[in-house]
């Protein structure tokens, strides 16, 4: 090949060459940052976590790749940038309004990814004035199932349990007595 060919070649050719390029350099920055997480976080963090935050990082450089490859491609960001801030708009109300059965689903992401609340754990929910206790014995896509003192189950929308404050009891918490109250039908005995 002559080296006007060459050049030719890689004139007409030059978005996939950059695209392959991307995919060259993906794995390189991912390590890249990695380290630097290793450098950031120094000290003792739970593997979960860490594992999540990796992932994270994963999702956000595989976008910023994404979009940069795209814009190589000759696709605008400003028609994606319009689809995308619409869409968030119609996923935001039907996602986190409490109203919507879509929020259940947000909600049981969230509390897949907080990891603060596990099965198993007991937890006192306060909503105002009142409280629900129990010990979570399923965390399903529409609700959290609670199991209180007595044996009796309580399903809680995942929504509100992400919303209303939550307290995870050390220890299984004790029945409360309730108060006998004896009636006396006549005159009292001595």
């Not at 390029?21 to 963090?45: D, F, H, Q, S």
């Not at 979009?67 to 605008?76: A, P, R």
Request: glycine share 6%; net charge positive.
């Amino acid at each position: 090949m002559e080296p006007l060919e060459i050049l030719d070649f890689f004139g007409t050719q030059y978005k996939l060459i950059v695209t392959l390029i991307a995919l060259l350099l993906y794995p390189l920055l991912l390590k890249l940052t990695k380290k630097l997480l290793e450098k950031t976080i120094k000290g003792k963090v739970d593997l979960h976590h860490k594992s999540r935050a990796e992932l994270l990082l994963k999702i956000i450089l595989a976008c910023v790749m994404i979009c940069l490859v795209l814009v190589f491609w000759g696709i605008e960001l400003r028609g994606l940038l319009v689809l995308g801030s619409s869409l968030f708009a119609m996923l935001g109300v039907a996602l986190f309004a409490a109203w919507s059965l879509l929020s259940n689903l947000t909600a049981f992401l969230l509390m897949f990814i907080q990891n603060d609340c596990r099965v198993g754990y007991w937890v006192r929910i306060i909503d105002g004035a009142n409280h629900v206790e129990g010990r979570i014995v399923e965390m399903g896509l529409m609700n959290v199932v609670l199991e209180d003192i007595d044996g009796h189950r309580v399903i809680y929308p995942n929504n509100l349990f992400v919303t209303r404050p939550v307290m995870v009891l050390n220890k299984e918490p004790k029945p409360t007595k309730t108060p006998v109250i004896k009636r006396i039908i006549g005159p009292k005995k001595t």
